[in-house]
């Protein structure tokens, strides 16, 4: 009898720890930032940036692919899915059923929201499941085909993809608080320049999206700050009309 009963116990506590186990893993608990920063720690370690890095991808919307979205960054993003055994089809830069589909997998394997959108938090995880950091100088690069987590230590991270010169193409740049105050920018890039259409993120609090050319903003675009809103066409970083 009292072996049944201890049989018993057991078998509740069990089952009330499952619970909670299955509470943590479908909400999207703790449990990724924690290997995140578990897998920064051991990779970077002669950087102290492991926090401030999580800060970012917890705190940044950044570039978020999601279904309907139809642009060369898709494309990379589903070549990255290939890369990673993940069965979509071709990588026509088309995000549909397939891709969102895929992206469901992987954050459902990895402890992350499952949305179906490929958030910054979702591509870092993406790369950095798939390749070890290699340090040239004073920078970390994870790289998987033309898609890369690059790290400046005590600067800036980056998380997107990268032309055939290895130079950014389209993706978030992050400066780390001690830095640029950490403020951001998501969009098109140019010889590692903010050229085309991107969104920029202020530490003040200011927004600008719209077109940029040579790090400047350059041609149609909208500016808030502190309830304003300035739209219309801008040149060398001033509004025009």
């Not at 917890?58 to 060369?72: A, D, F, M, P």
């Not at 010889?191 to 041609?219: C, L, P, Q």
Request: charged residues 20%; contains cysteine.
């Amino acid at each position: 009898m009292k072996k049944s009963i201890h049989l018993f116990g057991l078998f509740l506590l069990v089952n009330f720890l499952l619970f909670f186990i299955l509470i943590a893993v479908s909400s999207g608990a703790s449990v990724p930032v924690n290997n995140i920063k578990e897998m920064l720690t051991e990779q970077l370690k002669e950087s102290s940036d492991t926090d401030e890095i999580l800060k970012g991808l917890q705190n940044v919307e950044g570039l978020v692919y999601r279904s309907g979205n139809k642009s060369k960054g898709v494309r990379e993003l589903q070549n990255l899915l290939l890369s990673c055994g993940y069965a979509i089809g071709k990588a026509d830069g088309a995000y549909g059923v397939k891709t969102a589909s895929a992206v469901r997998e992987f954050q459902s394997a990895n402890n992350l929201s499952v949305t179906g959108e490929a958030d910054l938090i979702t591509q870092f995880s993406l790369v950095t499941n798939n390749s070890s950091f290699t340090r040239k100088g004073n920078t970390y690069i994870a790289q998987v085909k033309n898609y890369a987590v690059i790290i400046w230590p005590g600067k800036a991270f980056y998380v997107g993809t990268l032309d055939k010169s290895g130079n950014f193409s389209e993706g978030t740049y992050y400066y780390f608080s001690n830095y640029f105050g950490g403020g951001y920018y998501t969009g098109e890039y140019k010889n590692n320049k903010r050229s085309g259409k991107g969104t920029a993120h202020f530490a003040n609090g200011d927004v600008y999206t719209g077109e940029w050319e040579n790090d400047i903003i350059n041609g149609y675009g909208t500016y808030y700050f502190d309830g304003t809103k300035i739209a219309g066409r801008w040149s060398n970083n001033r509004f025009v009309k």
